[in-house]
């Protein structure tokens, strides 16, 4: 075979490579969903409940609907979370990361643009003109594995999103809880301030007739300043707590005047148990499931860095040469760097170096979340014990307490303001009945959180990130 036959089968078989190449990325598209589905599945699966990506009027119209349905009773912890699911606009920023991220794979798998020049030349009477035609072949080689990375740093992506999802529900029912807890004590406070205030102004009538010493009427007066002051902290946490919920919910106008129910609910009857609750941490946490796919990514890109580092740029093109006084000139050239100063020995060892700073920040997030769901569910059992004892010990002895004096004070062996002063006590008890009570939701949200994951995602989408911008800055 002569040599332009021979070069001929030589191009042939480079534009073969480049056509199989060009198929295989072509296929590069939006999906139907942006990637939704995944988020619509976790929400789902780990809560039960309902996430919308609002993209249209339609969809808007759809979310107002929901939650005014929602709103129309007593709000109930599910609903509260259903609601900031649907309408959080923070949330929905987020959902928007999925549509920026789905842009930057399929811009990834896209052909790069192919060049041509043009050069026209005159010496004399001789014009010389000059066309080619040049397309990156070491683009079009290192296709399949950018968009790979692409791909995977879009399904990292689905899972900050979907952490997002659940971090924004355990933050809400942790809200609500707060939000129904401190409306519950300011509703019990109120009533104690009244009681304290007639006893101040029976005790100041008494007084005034000389049946009660000015100490004795300082002592009542005193209970009634501080029972005032405690309502006011405690209005003041009510609107604070309820603020925080409303925020969270995405509410604003007349939604705001959303109704709470009266008090908390009831502590259940066993607390759960979870013998093995590492081994299932570790399982579903999304955190966790993250760190390892960042590993993964890495260590692509490290092997991305090994293949590529002896080429730099690699580029071909087809040349026709004509001129007015001489046949065409036709042919191809290809044009590389030599390595004869940078052979890329320190790229591989920074991607080596942060491929096992991946590793460690895997293991950290590992031995991280088994502590966190340690920590939470014997916070979770602690409160859960705390909130029983209370509830079977504390509250039912003060108020035996409490029913003896009042048969004590009818069959007038004791007056009104030993009544009264045993009632203070009574109320210290409900009030840290109430605490312990809004502690034990409170552990359990952060239970379900430790369950699932970490709020931020992004220390262990760090490592990979770095890896792509150093491939991508060479």
Request: charged share 25%; aromatic share 6%.
């Amino acid at each position: 075979m002569r040599a332009p036959a021979r070069r001929a089968a030589s191009v042939r078989r480079l534009l073969a490579v480049i056509a199989a190449t060009t198929v295989l990325a072509g296929c590069t598209s939006f999906s139907a969903d942006g990637g939704f589905g995944t988020v619509e599945q976790t929400a789902r699966q780990r809560l039960g409940k309902d996430v919308r990506w609002a993209r249209s009027a339609a969809d808007h119209e759809a979310i107002d609907q929901r939650v005014a349905e929602l709103l129309s009773k007593p709000l109930a912890a599910d609903d509260a979370v259903q609601i900031a699911l649907l309408n959080n606009r923070g949330l929905q920023a987020a959902f928007s990361e999925l549509g920026i991220t789905e842009a930057e794979v399929v811009q990834a798998g896209r052909l790069p643009n192919p060049g041509f020049s043009f050069g026209r030349l005159r010496r004399g009477d001789e014009i010389e003109t000059e066309r080619g035609f040049h397309l990156n072949i070491a683009r079009l080689l290192a296709l399949p594995l950018i968009k790979e990375l692409e791909e995977r740093r879009f399904a990292q992506t689905q899972g900050m999103v979907a952490m997002s999802v659940l971090s924004l529900a355990a933050d809400t029912r942790k809200a609500y809880y707060n939000a129904l807890a401190a409306e519950e004590t300011a509703s019990y406070l109120r009533k104690v301030m009244q009681v304290a205030e007639a006893s101040a102004e029976l005790a100041r009538r008494m007084a005034q007739v000389g049946n009660f010493s000015r100490l004795q009427q300082a002592r009542e007066q005193s209970f009634y300043a501080d029972a005032a002051l405690n309502s006011a902290r405690a209005q003041q946490a009510q609107r604070s707590t309820r603020e925080r919920l409303t925020r969270l919910l995405g509410l604003w106008g007349e939604q705001t005047w959303y109704a709470l129910p009266e008090r908390l609910p009831d502590l259940p009857e066993q607390a759960k148990d979870l013998p093995d609750i590492e081994r299932v941490a570790l399982a579903q946490r999304i955190d966790v499931q993250a760190a390892r796919l960042a590993t993964e990514q890495t260590a692509k890109s490290l092997g991305l860095t090994k293949a590529t580092r002896f080429v730099n740029v690699l580029e071909l093109g087809v040349v026709r040469n004509s001129s007015n006084e001489a046949p065409p000139q036709r042919g191809w050239e290809v044009g590389f760097e030599l390595p004869l100063f940078d052979w890329g020995d320190a790229r591989v060892a920074r991607a080596e170096s942060v491929y096992m700073q991946a590793l460690n920040r895997a293991a950290e997030t590992a031995i991280n979340a088994r502590s966190e769901v340690r920590e939470a569910y014997g916070n979770y059992r602690s409160s859960y014990d705390i909130a029983r004892h209370q509830r079977d010990e504390v509250v039912p002895l003060q108020t035996r307490i409490a029913e003896e004096n009042l048969l004590r004070y009818n069959g007038m062996l004791i007056g009104v303001f030993e009544l009264l002063a045993d009632a203070r006590s009574q109320i210290i008890g409900v009030n840290a009945y109430i605490e312990s009570l809004r502690d034990f939701w409170l552990a359990q949200a952060d239970l379900d959180l430790a369950l699932i994951g970490k709020p931020s995602l992004t220390a262990a989408a760090g490592p990979a990130k770095a890896v792509e911008a150093g491939a991508a800055a060479h």
